[in-house]
């Protein structure tokens, strides 16, 4: 079972949805995959009307088989096909047609209530190809592949931290089930845990921090699912020793089996891959991404307050040099500026002002809140304050706050570790060396509201260009893939690396 599985494929380009409704779903796949066009068919004039808001195009159709070319359509990468516009008709038929209006890799997607008797269909399914089934709010959907077919891959995950699993691991795992021959179960270290490889022709085990000291046996664990020709890839996305706890159990306890024991480990930043190399060669980097575009910020220049966001854990070294500069500029303008702090009570309390706000604060004892009340926070900010000194652990780290306030519509105010790779310094984000050019650039945006809206419009469309999940996610299919291909040289490399713990 998928936590988070998706309906659509997030790479289509051409969507066609027969019973769209309000445009709800299309609307909500336009922010995963902004380039797509989307067009919505629906029997209720009211509908369409609403939905013609929201996506590309919308028309009215009664509940029946639709000719689609006669709306100029071709090259479609997924019809979306409600129940009251397939069923009762000649399904083969219907198929077919539909099959005729599709990409190269095109997909057709059956929704049906959660009583229908798919085994009445499943014979005249399968003639059109591999049919995939997923349960999703209420609805059964079956999705037939009309392409090319690969050879079947199946990914078991197991994952451990809350915090990092579902960006990692988890909402990729959404977007890849959607691809042909893919298959995916997962599991949380919580759970009786299963190794066995799933049945397809490859298979690869990805451990999300993989702690050695929660297996009874690491090593005869590891090399039974080896043995089973699964590939095994640890997913890790922080430098492992940066706490007592984390130094305890993977170093001075398994002398980093965890990294060397796998055929690869996957991480986040080229610096985390460089240090995982040590270990193990074989490195797989896959940037962090936005599962999904927010809405675009409406900005009004007029506006005399300028909220400000800071939420990040175990900071309180790398803000202490500027909260100076922060309560200097509270003096200067009072009430003007507004705070949202998340996940750091100690900077809520140095505000030296009643105007801020503890977003989450009933949530996990104030130390996390909810990622949609994290983003919402960011969405209603103007600036962003991500400080981060110039240590060790800090370079290692990824740029995902950067990305999550440029595509909430925040400016960001950064060091240069880390966002310096990225951010573009006077354009999509502004980066200070010193508490004195904070304290300058901080006067600097809260006084021109015009700089802000052309910086967080940049900052916006490079999100919107290059940090979106929906344009990388095949990425890690095709490099599981590559990985299976070369299982044996893998396997041979892994056992000379553990050969010494044995």
């Known amino acids: 079972m998928i936590r988070y599985p998706q309906i659509l494929p997030p790479k289509a380009r051409t969507v066609v949805e027969l019973g769209c409704g309000d445009g709800t779903l299309g609307a909500a796949f336009k922010r995963i995959q902004p380039a797509c066009r989307y067009f919505g068919i629906d029997s209720s004039y009211e509908n369409v009307r609403e939905a013609a808001r929201r996506l590309d195009r919308a028309a009215v159709e009664p509940p029946a088989p639709v000719d689609l070319s006669h709306y100029g359509l071709s090259d479609i990468d997924c019809i979306l096909c409600h129940a009251p516009y397939w069923q009762g008709a000649d399904l083969q038929a219907l198929l077919a047609a539909y099959r005729q209006m599709l990409s190269k890799a095109g997909q057709i997607v059956l929704a049906m209530d959660l009583q229908y008797p798919v085994s009445a269909i499943a014979p005249l399914l399968a003639s059109f190809g591999p049919a995939i089934g997923q349960d999703t709010d209420g609805v059964r959907y079956i999705r037939l592949f009309c392409g090319a077919q690969a050879v079947p891959l199946g990914i078991r995950t197991l994952t451990y931290d809350p915090a990092c699993e579902n960006i990692r691991v988890r909402l990729p795992n959404g977007f890849m089930q959607t691809d042909p021959g893919i298959l995916i179960e997962e599991e949380t270290f919580d759970e009786q845990l299963c190794f066995d490889p799933l049945p397809t022709q490859e298979n690869v085990l990805l451990f999300e921090r993989l702690f050695i000291t929660n297996i009874e046996h690491p090593l005869m664990d590891l090399n039974r699912a080896a043995a089973q020709h699964q590939v095994l890839v640890h997913e890790f996305d922080d430098l492992p020793y940066w706490g007592a706890f984390y130094k305890r159990n993977l170093h001075e306890e398994t002398d980093y089996i965890a990294f060397r024991g796998v055929h690869a480990v ?13 270990y193990n060669p074989y490195v797989l980097t896959f940037p962090n991404m936005l599962i999904e575009l927010p809405e675009a910020r409406s900005f009004d220049p007029r506006a005399e307050v300028v909220t400000i966001f800071f939420g990040a854990v175990n900071r309180e070294a790398d803000w202490q040099a500027i909260m100076p500069a922060i309560n200097a500029a509270i003096a200067r303008y009072g009430t003007r500026l507004r705070f949202k702090v998340t996940a750091d009570r100690k900077f809520f309390d140095a505000l030296q002002t009643e105007a801020k706000e503890y977003v989450g604060g009933a949530y996990n004892e ?20 991500l400080p981060l000194g110039d240590t060790e652990f800090n370079r290692m780290k990824s740029d995902l706050k950067f990305i999550e306030a440029a595509g909430n519509g925040a400016v960001v105010l950064a060091s240069p570790t880390v966002y310096e790779r990225t951010v573009r310094d006077g354009r999509t984000g502004f980066l200070y060396r010193s508490p004195q050019e904070f304290s300058e650039l901080l006067r600097i945006l809260v006084e021109d509201p015009v700089l802000r809206y052309e910086t967080a419009t940049l900052a916006y469309d490079y999100v919107r260009r290059n940090r979106l999940l929906a344009q990388h996610y095949e990425e890690r299919i095709h490099a599981y893939r590559e990985l299976a291909t070369h299982f044996e040289m893998l396997e041979s490399a892994r056992q000379a690396r553990i050969a010494t713990y044995l």
């Not at 996957?266 to 040590?278: C, E, H, K, M, V």
């Not at 809140?369 to 962003?384: F, G, I, R, T, V």
Request: proline residues 6%; charged residues 20%; aromatic residues 16%.
């Open 266 to 278: 996957q991480t986040s930043t080229p610096a985390l891959a460089d240090y995982f190399r040590t």
């Open 366 to 385: 104030g130390k996390f809140a909810p990622y949609e009340l994290y983003m919402e926070a960011m969405h209603e900010s103007d600036l962003a304050l």
